[in-house]
């Protein structure tokens, strides 16, 4: 199995520029998260599905808007990048009570 | 509010034990977990204990949970230089949400 399966790995941005930061699971989970992680600050919730059809704010959700596009995929998009915005941002899934499970990461540099 | 902190930084000598600790302020946690993540990857799931219980083992982790200081460890009993990672601390509260609340973590080095 691949778990959680972020794309891209990498991606440089200008200020202004939008991107779909993509994520999929294949463990049937319902939960699906998008967290950012910046240095000093651990990870912050952006947005979170509880379960396909339904998407809530997390802690930091300005700036960014989710699609749960199926039981698998939990998509983020950026409309108009900002430097603020640079980080590494983790896709995670889980089952209710149940560990969250995290992607590898996407390296997201807004210049 | 939901707060979990951990000590940013930890340096042990490879052989010795480490422990890293973790606090945390929701009186209602079922669970709390620990995850390792090493450079350039992403978070990976070592342990979680429930918050009924005193202590779990596995292998060379043990985790320990006093509820009444709500303060978390994390034994890693002769550490080698492949644990040298961030550890974080996260709590799952029971109010019906499905939110992890993070630490910031804490960075392990691990001296030859």
């Known amino acids: 199995n691949a778990g959680v399966t972020q794309t891209p790995k990498f991606q440089v941005l200008k200020t202004g520029q939008s991107m779909t930061l993509q994520c999929a699971q294949d463990m049937n989970h319902n939960s699906m998260y998008w967290y950012r992680q910046d240095p000093g600050m651990g990870l912050r919730l952006i947005y979170y599905s509880a379960s396909e059809g339904t998407t809530d704010k997390g802690e930091v959700p300005n700036g960014y808007n989710v699609s749960r596009l199926n039981k698998r995929e939990f998509s983020l998009r950026l409309e108009s990048a900002a430097p603020s915005q640079t980080s590494v941002y983790f896709c995670a899934s889980n089952r209710a009570n149940q560990p969250q499970h995290f992607g590898d990461g996407t390296r997201l540099s807004i210049l | 509010g939901e707060d979990v902190e951990q000590s940013l930084f930890l340096s042990v000598r490879e052989g010795d034990s480490s422990v890293i600790n973790c606090t945390y302020t929701?009186?209602?946690?079922?669970?709390l977990y620990w995850y390792k993540q090493e450079p350039g990857a992403g978070l990976q799931l070592l342990t979680y204990i429930f918050s009924n219980m005193d202590m779990k083992q596995d292998q060379r982790l043990t985790v320990l949970l006093n509820k009444k200081d709500k303060h978390l460890s994390l034994r890693i009993a002769d550490t080698q230089t492949g644990d040298s990672a961030i550890y974080f601390c996260?709590?799952?509260?029971?109010?019906?949400?499905?939110?992890?609340?993070f630490g910031t973590g804490t960075r392990l080095k691990v001296l030859a």
């Open positions: 929701d009186s209602s946690s079922t669970y």
């Open positions: 996260a709590e799952s509260p029971t109010s019906g949400t499905y939110k992890y609340i």
